[in-house]
């Protein structure tokens, strides 16, 4: 496979990725904009651009964080990176691009999207409330990966589209927590605290693991659970650990196909073993944050090593 | 006004390759027709199939217009004109041959030397080189109109990179979708082999140090050229990687393209590019998009690239002129396709008829495509042929004039029903160790009433063309 091609694979899993990430943002901000709190409305905002790394982006072109801005530079504005508009029409570019490697069912999922998103966009503002334009990303973020998944030949196309959504993935789930964690609640003290666990709640929402969470381990809402689940948890399909796993699956294919070791899955299964042996009480001893910092750092090398090992064309 | 040829229609009688179609048509009420062709549309527009028009703005995924009523061809029609095509693209090649060679046809004073050796588009490059197989161009789109049940003519030939081929076969594929029992109640010779014989045409003119299966690419400049659709659904159908310049490099003697898997060699380039752009260090320094160093792999026979460079000097309007001179010369045949008369401005006695006659005439610059920079006399006003006649005087050269044809007209969905409309016909000629045609082509409309125009960047349309099985 042409490296190039390789690269607009991966790229175009990632802004899918990163699009359906931006929408449960906005909804969960939504959601949290309806119900009065001690943290107040403006914090949650704030800490919710944080975590896509637009805060400062959106501060240089909205005064105030009224829904009305959000949404328009969380769905609608084209120069933030991380929109969904953004992200919808990179990864159709994409696409486009490297239209052989892909099934007729996956383009088609993905110029659909591209298509409704500009008659979206061309709607007048507010016929789309904002609840429906985050379930829109949702489900169209849900055809292309499941387009990908029932009709994708499982070469090596399939392997470079999967690391680009694991690697996003579990990017923007350490992201999450990051911000949640640390912008919040900087004090130990609140931990624990009713206002502690109404935090936490609202980032399980954000990643849509509300439900299964409590299915998963029921009772009472704990820092640890949830860090457990989010972390630790295998069965969570955005724990990090579950995105490693799925690095590892995928590079560890790459390898047999190519029959040639890389850097990159050398880096994965060091990864992974960190935290196939990690527990949630050494992760808090050694701090959230410390260790969220640390494992966003990981990721970027393997990404970095995919890069160099793949995409560049470079390797001889 | 002159009487055009109604391709279904004698008087009242509808003529036998449309008999099928005359019911089909009845049974199609208006608003049936409308959902159809919103159908259609959907169908184009969900597949990606759509073409951006140079200088012209605005939607960059416009679609091409596409009609739904077929142009029919019997097998008998069809089998004079491919014999006719056949005859063409291989006189085309002999001459490139010869003229990169020995140029025995301008020794032999049957074509100016001139004409070909001071042409824009001779390539010096390549002089002394033979291509495998003694083919430069390996596709060859020739254009055709129809005056008359019997009467075809070559308006030009195009042995670059024609396009187009992609609408031929995916408005069959509409159609197929479309109108299942169209095609199950008429015979109709299918064109989805195409794909299969370009790729075996491409691999056998792999170069000589090729052992085994060649690797074929084609070469795109990249997803914002207008037909870069076209490119990467070839590329798909063939099952071949379709590569931008920097994804290929030369080192030693030759091309490499950068995988997933380390460097993979490359044998054969279907390149959708011009051949100034393909090699900085050989054409134009200032070109992003080539490779540098392909032209010496080329010149030792490490890669072959489709077409050859310097084919172009064989599509020249200029050079047209004197096609049949070559079926002659080289075949030792008569032309079985005319064509059409042509008056060259660069010739004093030619540019006064010109001039003369200037509201009858079509004229086109020598180098211009795609309907730009062309007058169509009859359709024009005054105030536009006086300004074209002062562009002519400017630079005579530039010029060719024909009389204005008679285009064929095909039944054609309008607004107001079904009315006669103008077309043309490109067939894709494909030339290796043998040469192909597949039975079909793409026929271009003018969807306006009364236009002449089919260039799909001046309101032209698609249909799908019909070959009856005997």
Avoid at chain 1, 83 to 92: E, K, L, P
Avoid at chain 2, 119 to 142: L, R
Avoid at chain 2, 172 to 183: G, H
Wanted: glycine share 8%; hydrophobic share 40%; charged share 25%.
């Amino acid at each position: 496979m042409l490296s190039r091609t390789a690269d607009n694979l991966y790229w175009l899993a990632r802004y899918m990725e990163r699009a359906e990430t931006t929408a449960r943002l906005l909804e969960v901000g939504a959601r949290i904009a309806l119900i009065p709190s001690a943290a107040g409305y403006r914090n949650e905002w704030d800490s919710l651009l944080r975590a896509t790394g637009s805060a400062d982006g959106f501060a240089a072109r909205h005064a105030d964080a009224s829904q009305k801005n959000i949404e328009t530079y969380l769905f609608f504005d084209h120069d933030n990176p991380s929109s969904v508009a953004a992200c919808i029409t990179r990864a159709r570019e994409n696409g486009r691009i490297v239209r052989t490697a892909l099934t007729s069912q996956v383009w088609d999922a993905l110029n659909t999207a591209f298509q409704e998103l500009r008659s979206i966009e061309s709607a007048r503002r507010g016929v789309w409330e904002l609840s429906r334009l985050t379930e829109w990303t949702m489900r169209h973020s849900a055809m292309v990966r499941g387009a990908i998944e029932a009709t994708l030949l499982r070469d090596a196309g399939y392997d470079f589209l999967n690391l680009g959504y694991h690697l996003e993935r579990a990017d923007s789930t350490a992201r999450l927590m990051d911000v949640k964690y640390y912008v919040l609640l900087p004090r130990a003290d609140f931990v624990g605290t009713g206002l502690d666990n109404y935090q936490w709640t609202t980032l399980l929402r954000a990643m849509s693991a509300h439900r299964a969470f409590h299915w998963a381990y029921g009772g009472e809402v704990t820092a640890a659970k949830i860090a457990d689940f989010l972390i630790l948890n295998p069965q969570c399909p955005r724990a990090l650990i579950t995105c490693v796993q799925g690095l590892n699956t995928h590079l560890d294919r790459l390898t047999r196909a190519y029959r040639r070791t890389s850097t990159a899955q050398a880096q994965a299964r060091v990864a992974l073993a960190g935290l196939a042996e990690a527990r949630v009480d050494e992760i808090f001893d050694e701090g959230l944050h410390e260790f969220l910092t640390r494992f966003i750092g990981d990721m970027a090398l393997v990404g970095l090593a995919i890069h160099d090992s793949y995409l560049s064309g470079d390797m001889r | 006004m002159t009487a055009f040829f109604n391709e279904m229609y004698q008087g009242q009688q509808v003529r036998a390759p449309y008999a099928a179609l005359g019911d089909w048509m009845q049974s199609m009420p208006a608003e049936l027709r409308s959902l159809k062709q919103a159908e259609a549309e959907q169908l184009f527009r969900r597949i990606g199939i759509t073409f951006a028009v140079y200088g012209e703005g605005g939607d960059p995924d416009r679609l091409i217009p596409f009609d739904m009523f077929p142009r029919v061809f019997t097998a008998g029609e069809w089998s004079r004109l491919e014999r006719g095509i056949k005859q063409r693209a291989k006189a085309l090649n002999a001459f490139l041959v010869d003229v990169y060679g020995r140029g025995e046809i301008v020794r032999a004073g049957r074509i100016p030397g001139n004409l070909v050796y001071q042409n824009a588009a001779y390539e010096k490059a390549v002089v002394g080189i033979k291509p495998p197989k003694g083919v430069y161009s390996h596709i060859v789109g020739i254009d055709l109109v129809r005056t008359g049940p019997d009467d075809f003519f070559v308006l030009e030939d195009n042995c670059r990179t024609p396009s187009g081929v992609s609408y031929m076969l995916e408005n069959r594929e509409i159609m197929m979708r479309m109108f299942p029992d169209l095609f199950r109640a008429n015979r109709i010779e299918p064109v989805d082999n195409y794909p299969e014989i370009l790729r075996r045409t491409l691999a056998s003119v792999a170069p000589a140090k090729c052992k085994g299966d060649p690797t074929v690419v084609i070469l795109t400049p990249g997803h914002f050229n207008s037909a870069y659709y076209e490119h990467s659904f070839l590329a798909d159908l063939m099952g071949v990687e379709l590569v931008e310049g920097q994804d290929l490099f030369v080192e030693g003697e030759f091309v490499w393209m950068r995988t997933t898997e380390g460097p993979r060699r490359v044998d054969v380039i279907y390149r959708r590019i011009d051949d100034a752009f393909i090699d900085p260090l050989c054409f134009r320094p200032d070109s992003m998009l080539g490779i540098p160093g392909l032209m010496d792999v080329y010149r030792s026979g490490g890669v072959s690239i489709c077409s050859a460079p310097g084919a172009g000097v064989a599509d020249d309007k200029a050079v047209y002129t004197f096609v049949p001179e070559m079926v002659r010369f080289y075949l030792g045949e008569e032309p079985l396709l005319q064509n059409v008369p042509t008056w060259q401005c660069g010739k004093a006695d030619d540019l006064a008829h010109v001039l003369d006659k200037l509201p009858e005439l079509v004229v086109k610059e020598v180098h211009g495509s795609g309907g730009y920079g062309m007058l169509v006399g009859p359709k024009s006003s005054k105030a536009e042929i006086e300004a074209f006649r002062a562009r002519i005087v400017a630079d005579p050269g530039n010029y060719i004039a024909q009389p204005t044809l008679a285009l064929s007209t095909t039944p054609t969905f309008v607004n107001e029903g079904v009315a006669p409309r103008h077309v043309d016909l490109r067939p894709y000629c494909l030339v290796g160790e043998s040469i192909e045609l597949v039975p079909g082509g793409l026929t271009r409309v003018a969807l306006k009433e009364g236009s002449l125009v089919v260039n799909s960047s001046q309101g032209g349309g698609v249909k799908d063309t019909w070959v009856l099985a005997e």
